[in-house]
């Protein structure tokens, strides 16, 4: 299983980024190797539309899980599309996250903002 976290930092002490689509970086973990790789997000500097290209990004990664603390509903519907499950982040690092994904602590996120449009945020 693939998952994703945005990062403010490439490193796992990092906190989970608060925005999904302008997060400078992605954390792609696989359970089955516990190995994990970051990734730039290409979408973050886009004058607009960044949750859905970082959406794509996460997409086309295939990663099955998103630990993220909110999402816009334009990128909910791309991970909808895709059967991609979101979860939402604890307060604290990205190894913090991961580890309470894996013991079973964080919940479905399920409530979607409208997004920030042209105002720099997602």
Avoid: W
């Avoid at 299983?1 to 973990?29: H, N, Q, T, W």
């Avoid at 997409?59 to 334009?74: F, M, Q, Y």
């Avoid at 791309?78 to 499950?85: C, D, I, M, N």
């Amino acid at each position: 299983m693939k998952i994703v976290i945005p990062a403010d930092e490439k490193v796992l002490a990092s906190d989970v980024c608060m925005s999904f689509g302008r997060a400078p970086y992605f954390y792609i973990y696989e359970t089955l190797t516990k190995m994990g790789d970051f990734i730039e997000n290409e979408a973050a500097n886009s004058p607009g539309g960044a949750g859905v290209k970082a959406a794509q990004i996460v997409a086309d990664s295939h990663a099955d899980v998103l630990i993220t603390p909110r999402c816009g509903e334009n990128a909910a519907e791309v991970f909808k599309a895709t059967k991609l499950e979101i979860y939402k982040s604890k307060p604290g690092s990205i190894q913090e996250n991961i580890n309470a994904f894996m013991d079973k602590k964080l919940v479905i996120l399920d409530q979607f903002h409208a997004g920030f449009h042209g105002v720099g945020g997602n």
